[in-house]
């Protein structure tokens, strides 16, 4: 018997089922349906209910293994648990393990949603990050590094992110709670309560170093001198765990003394206490501190909504921007090329001083605060080469990038259909497409256009059409409408990059009512210990699936 922790009240005794959706297995307690966490298929355990607020489904965790499966293992982390930290899901199963439950889940979406039926591998990526690149004039020259946040090639081999074999050190995107004290924690899961957590094992040790011992005292109000931001431990607290706007980190950076690590002003008019968040670049080991309004996405959420309940799952700088029509307002809406008045050259735009550089193939991104990035090191490549893979593009055609991000998929695009051929990228924050505008400004072939993807800019394209698309839209998927006005431009394949297999499976389904064929899934871990995976898909139009 293995004693995981856990109180003796609303304790029953379940024998764990398969895998959900989300992190939690399947139990039955006399018929009725509970979601348990801590626990592994097969294994009976004893769990406390922490939600039978549902008349269809309880929510449990497991505090007591009577029977392990043999993937347990004892969680690296120690705040790894229940009632612990509620970040990672799957700190007590194997790696492979990890894998295989991932999988199923993927398998049991594509099956349930689209009808899909096919195996599902999810393939380790390797977290080691590449040799720092050389300092360039806009690159931070290593004397103008933070002392903590100091080159790969200068920290101990047991600080470098481990990669493949731990799963632990890969997470260079960290969003943390501050406690009332002003301690980086983060929270638990489905819960506003903060677990002082700043040596959180999945963050990369470039965020590690830069949070360690760091006090960052709620401020007492916003920029703005907003008379309603809380300043006290409580507010601090509680607000912190709400859904809230997205940080807009754009204002005012100031360098901390101690540490001489940016640390970024609140956005003005916001509530001012609850949260930073950590971007650090592997690629030149530089660290930015960006603290964030009081408000975060809350519990459960996921890659590409935001930071999930604490260790911040995925895409904490992934977090769309909340645009309620199809152009949006902001130095780069409305981009078409690079000829629009968006700065591009070095060291242009308001941002160039706080931006985090990340290198891809070569090409140097310059990412502003908060605008979105692939949180596991060893992602942009991975990602890239499986869309590469899939569309095999030709010199020549026209493709489109939606849901941009920084253009990571437009440049490799831009590469692959070379000078006569076309990239269109559209992207709703505009703090992504002057990144993009930034990071490649040598690419005529590719049009950035500051739009919400949407059927009426889709619509937009109708006279060109479309020969290849990625799209890798947030979290929710790209929806319907969205599918039908893309598949309308007759693309002869699409690369559907995604992290929510739910999402993707209903978008997958659209297309296969199109006459679209599924010719490729692969999965890739890029979010090991937590229940979060991504996919890519290929499909290929009616005529086209040899390739
Ligand atoms: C998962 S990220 C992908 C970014 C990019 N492809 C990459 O890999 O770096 C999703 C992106 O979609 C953007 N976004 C969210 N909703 C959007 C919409 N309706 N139209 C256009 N872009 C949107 C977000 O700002 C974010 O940059």
Request: charged fraction near 20%.
């Amino acid at each position: 018997m293995i004693e995981i922790g856990g109180a003796a009240e609303d304790v029953i005794e379940l024998e764990i089922g398969p895998v959900a959706h989300g992190g939690s297995c399947v139990a039955r307690d006399n018929g009725r349906v509970v979601f348990v966490r801590h626990a592994l298929p097969g294994e009976r355990v004893r769990a406390r209910l922490t939600d039978t607020s549902h008349d269809r489904y309880w929510r449990a965790d497991a505090v007591e293994v009577l029977r392990a499966a043999p993937e347990r293992v004892v969680p690296p982390c120690p705040h790894a648990g229940a009632g612990k930290c509620g970040g990672c899901d799957w700190q007590h199963a194997s790696l492979a393990a990890q894998r295989r439950l991932k999988a199923a889940v993927v398998r049991e979406q594509l099956r349930r949603l689209a009808g899909l039926d096919r195996p599902v591998e999810v393939e380790a990526v390797n977290a080691l990050p590449p040799a720092p690149s050389a300092p360039t004039p806009s690159t931070p020259a290593p004397s103008a590094l933070p002392p903590d946040a100091l080159p790969l090639d200068a920290l101990p081999p047991d600080t470098r992110s481990p990669g493949e074999g731990e799963g632990l050190g890969w997470r260079t995107r960290m969003r943390y709670a501050l406690t009332g004290q002003g301690e980086v924690g983060l929270r638990g899961h489905r819960s506003h309560e903060i677990v002082p957590a700043a040596d959180c094992l999945i963050a990369h040790p470039l965020v590690r170093a830069a949070v360690a011992g760091r006090i960052l005292p709620p401020r007492a109000a916003s920029a703005a001198g907003d008379a309603s931001a809380g300043g006290d431990a409580g507010d601090s607290d509680t607000a912190a765990g709400r859904a809230g706007p997205r940080a807009n980190p754009r204002a005012n950076p100031r360098v901390e003394p101690r540490t001489g690590i940016e640390v970024q002003a609140e956005s003005v008019g916001e509530i001012s206490v609850g949260e930073i968040e950590v971007a650090a670049s592997v690629s030149s080991g530089a660290v930015v501190i960006t603290r964030l309004p009081g408000t975060s996405a809350g519990a459960g959420a996921g890659p590409a909504s935001g930071v999930p309940s604490a260790a911040g799952i995925p895409s904490a700088a992934g977090v769309p921007a909340a645009v309620g029509a199809d152009s949006v307002s902001g130095s780069a809406a409305g981009v078409s090329g690079f000829d629009a008045g968006v700065p591009s050259g070095p060291g242009a735009g308001s941002e160039a001083e706080s931006e985090i550089v990340e290198v891809v193939r070569e090409r140097r991104f310059r990412l502003g605060p908060g605008v979105f990035w692939q949180v596991h090191p060893g992602a942009p490549e991975t990602l890239v080469d499986a869309v590469l893979t899939g569309l095999a593009p030709r010199a020549g055609e026209r493709a489109l990038d939606l849901y941009a991000g920084a253009g990571l998929f437009a440049a490799a695009l831009a590469e692959a259909v070379g000078p006569d051929g076309t990239v269109v990228a559209m992207e709703s924050d505009p703090a992504a497409v002057a990144s993009a505008a930034r990071s490649l400004g040598d690419l005529p072939q590719v049009s950035l256009r500051g739009v919400r993807v949407s059927p009426g800019s889709l619509r937009g394209l109708a006279g060109t059409g479309a020969d290849i698309v990625v799209l890798d839209p947030p979290r929710a998927g790209a929806g319907r409408a969205v599918m039908l006005a893309l598949l309308a431009l007759r693309p002869r394949a699409v690369a559907y990059v995604s992290c929510d297999p739910a999402s993707l499976a209903r978008d997958l389904a659209v297309a296969v009512a199109q006459g679209y064929s599924l010719v490729t899934l692969r999965a890739f871990d890029l979010f090991p210990m937590t229940a979060h995976v991504e996919c890519v898909a290929i499909m290929v139009a009616p005529g086209h699936g040899s390739r």
